[in-house]
């Protein structure tokens, strides 16, 4: 059951990101981007983290896809009429990335089902968001300030940038 | 139960065609939206080992991929907006202020 469920996930992520970059007009790629999304929740939801998963629609499909959709529609884009021409460079990148595939599917698969996967979660799955909340405020406290800090200088850039004049003399 | 090497094979492929969207598309708004796609990946291999290895660690990092996505688009969008402004275009080719 849980191989069936995985394999939609998956196949519909994979799909979803390969439609992405193949649309043309950039509000189709956003609303796959949208759908890809979703399914990225469901599958954290399969892999007990079921508070990311709530997170990930909140912030990513509720806040920042919003926002993309509101600039593709505020600056009236037209569609690419062709890509560029860097399928060479595209191909050394990602050749990397192949091997590591074709590794993990041959070799890996099978040997590294670990023994401890079948045990039971005991603080992971219990409560999830407690376990996030305690370990965020109290591991990772300093990371999470800091985080704060990085919204806020974004937030004031944006502003900075989207002003008109707002350090110009009138 | 699913093996960790699926959920790396799956974000493999979700981070190569993002950088295969940074690489062949055009316009800024595309290119950004690949790069969320990238942020997505490296997003399922720290919750996939985060379950595997029983430790809280990778999922809390999500938090901060996430808040970096977030700052990310932000600025990147009133950059879009700027250029737009300046230029009236959003297609890369167009730009050459930092060529030397």
Known sequence: ?170 | MIPISYYLILSAIVFLTGVVGVLIRRNIIAILLSVELMLNATNINFVAFSDHLHDLGGQVFVFFALTVAAAEVAVGLAIIIALHRSRSTINVEEFNLLKW
Not at chain 1, 60 to 69: D, E, W
Not at chain 1, 82 to 103: G, K, N, T
């Open chain 1, 1 to 170: 059951m849980s191989q069936l469920f995985f394999g939609y996930f998956a196949g519909m992520i994979a799909l979803t990101s390969m439609l992405v970059v193949a649309l043309r007009n950039p509000v189709y790629s956003a609303l796959s981007l949208l759908v890809m999304f979703f399914h990225i929740a469901g599958l954290f939801v399969m892999l007990h983290a079921e508070f990311l998963a709530a997170v990930q629609i909140i912030v990513y499909c509720g806040a920042i896809l919003v926002l993309y959709l509101f600039v593709v529609m505020l600056l009236n884009v037209k569609q690419d009429d062709r890509y560029h021409s860097q399928w060479r460079i595209a191909a050394i990148v990602c050749v990397p990335l192949v091997i590591e595939s074709i590794v993990l599917l041959a070799g890996g698969a099978g040997t590294m089902v670990s023994s401890r996967n079948s045990e039971p979660h005991d603080a992971v799955a219990t409560d999830n968001t407690l376990a996030i909340g305690q370990t965020l405020f109290s591991t990772y406290l300093f990371p999470f300030e800091v985080a704060s800090l990085v919204l806020l200088v974004a937030m004031i850039g944006a502003i900075v940038l989207a002003k008109r004049d707002i350090g110009e003399v009138r």
